[in-house]
């Protein structure tokens, strides 16, 4: 018994012999002449049908098995034909995954089945590859000015964009004194402004780590506005429209971004970042402003300039953190940032027909922005992205003195954003923003085109 329990397979052997020989013995004992016992013949006779019919039934199942793995090879060629015409392959590919349970590789049938061995071997093993990167944050369709997610090391990404705004807004404005409620003595200054901005940008990024990154942005701006009002100390009764427009280079800016922590599922993921600009663009004391009252013929007295700035006149400096928090099936994000506009001092400004007027030292207004969204993955390539940004804007100041016609705004905007992956280096993102106040521009709409080399 110790040996049979050790060698099973020598043992059906010996058997198998030993059943095959003993129709040849009892033959033999036959052509002997000796005796036999006419109930052992019986019992050899259906011992040897016995055997005949395992026999037969091993062959059948033989056969069958054989049958098995052709028709399993067929359906694995199968399976691996349709994986590629649905593009699974390439699904997987860009996972980091792979057709571990049919243990292929690049889609590609195997010549002969696997045994059962080698069947759970391959499925205890574990099944792809972790990303290379996984402590960077997820992507999602960015809709705020920073991005969350940096450029690997050594990459370039190009960024061209285009923006498009248009606000319109009213101004009533009432020059003399009231009598009585309701009864104006003077003259009334209605106005209704018309601006429309189309600003195409380029912008370079690239990787110095995996956690730093620089960026250069140079913009193109093209702007016009439509001012229609009555003139003022005079008793016209007809609208006149004034139109300026300007068109050129704008602010360039340049930003350094860096990933603070390693941040995880269960925590967040926080970016600091950096930004300055110049004042590469026409700024607003740089052009001809329009006289106050009716000087000349073809002059409309508006105060307005007549040709639109390109940039803002002030050089700044920006800090803020973005960070994003995972939460399957959504990622949350926001962003805290404080701009800083630098003085300028000793500026004037050309007025049309009165020469050059000195206007000392100006500083416009600091900035404080907070912004908050979500971002939804709809599958491996599109993603869509809603989120509220809010800026607090302070007075502007001329020789220490807040201007009395300077007032602290609020700008909120709604934005709605979307991307699209056309492969790994091309992406196309859209947002859509709407002003929620009265200062904020009406209706927003970017467009952007990341390409990675």
Known sequence: MHRTGRYPHATIALGTFALACLPMCIGAAWATDAPVDPA???????????????RSRVAEQSAELEEMKRALARQEAEFSDLRKAVGLDS????????????????????SAPQDATTTVAQSTRPVGKPPEQADRPPEVAPIFDQPGVLTPKGKVIIEPSYQFGYSSSDRVALVGYTVIPAILIGLIDVRQVKTTTQTGAMAFRYGLTNRLELEVRVPYVDSHTDTISREIFTGAAQDNLFSSSGKGLGDIEATARYQINKGGPDSPYYVGWFRVKSRTGKDPFEVTTDCVTRCVQNATGTGLPLELPTGTGFYSAQAGVTWLYPSDPVVFFGNLSYLHNFTRNNVSRTVLLAGKQFLGNVKAGDIADVSVGMGLALNEKASISIGYDQSFVGRTTQNGQALSASARTVLGSLLIGGSYRFSDKRTLNVTLGVGVTRDTPDTTVTVRLPMSY
């Open 91 to 110: 699904l997987d590919a860009s996972r980091g995954g792979s057709l571990a349970a049919s243990g292929q590789q690049g889609g590609a049938a195997p």
């Open 40 to 54: 052992l013949r019986d019992r050899v006779a259906a011992q040897s049908q016995k055997l005949d019919a395992m």
